[in-house]
């Protein structure tokens, strides 16, 4: 799939759910607030979040950790003008693919000593290059923080069949494979991954830290 192709995919599944997308995922996007709680990004720090979405977790982050400098990144126009009404002049958004993008003239910054992506891998195509990307703009002990769809292993098989039908239906595939897709990537630029599962592998919660 091309970069034109996916990002005509995502205006098209979310110009009108984006009006209704916070109230309707509120429920089921499970470890979003506990990935925000466990930011801990020092005072100014650069924070950019990759498919940012409606800005819901920005805004959030905002709240939680003031001072910190925030961007956010998505493929997505229509889920951009949602970020920027709730967000205003509070964040930089721009954008741009997850799977390669120039910080610098998006953002006037090309490293960010936190970096999330929250239920975003499972939507991009090439996630494994998202993360890879992700991990390229951290600064030397920055962390990327992600949370997403596990491999619900210790759910029921009708609940595991039911979500992954349900969620397939807005071209969502979870990464079963993406703890270790995580651990490969911190590999691959000298850094470590940590990551644990969230109710019974309903998500997966972890971080690289370069």
């Known amino acids: 799939m091309t970069d034109a ?9 979310y110009r009108h759910q984006r009006r209704i997308y916070d109230v309707t995922r509120r429920h089921f996007l499970l470890g979003r ?21 409606t800005g819901r977790n920005l805004d959030l982050i905002g709240r939680r950790w003031p001072g910190c400098r925030l961007s956010g990144l998505d493929i997505s126009q229509e889920m951009l003008s949602s970020a920027r009404a709730r967000l205003g002049r509070r964040a930089t958004l721009a954008l741009g693919d997850a ?3 120039e910080a610098l003239p ?3 910054t090309d490293r960010f000593e ?13 996630w494994r290059e998202a993360l890879r990307e992700a991990a390229r703009h951290l600064v030397p002990g920055g962390r990327l923080h ?3 769809f596990g491999d619900q292993a210790g759910l029921p098989g009708w609940a595991r069949a039911g979500l992954r039908g349900w969620i397939g ?12 897709a995580l651990g490969e990537t911190a590999l691959g630029i000298g850094g470590y991954a940590e990551y644990r599962s969230l109710s019974g ?9 370069r």
């Open 99 to 101: 799977t390669r993008f």
């Open 169 to 180: 239906r807005f071209h969502v595939t979870p990464r079963d494979d993406l703890g270790t």
């Open 201 to 209: 592998g309903y998500a997966i919660l972890g971080t690289l830290t």
């Open 5 to 13: 192709t996916h990002a005509a995919l995502m205006d098209a599944t």
């Open 114 to 126: 936190r970096i999330v992506l929250s239920y975003a891998l499972s939507m991009i195509p090439d």
């Open 106 to 108: 998006l953002f006037g």
């Open 146 to 148: 992600v949370v997403d």
């Open 33 to 53: 607030d506990r990935l925000i709680a466990e930011l801990a990004p020092p005072h100014g720090a650069r924070v950019l979040e990759i498919a940012c979405g």
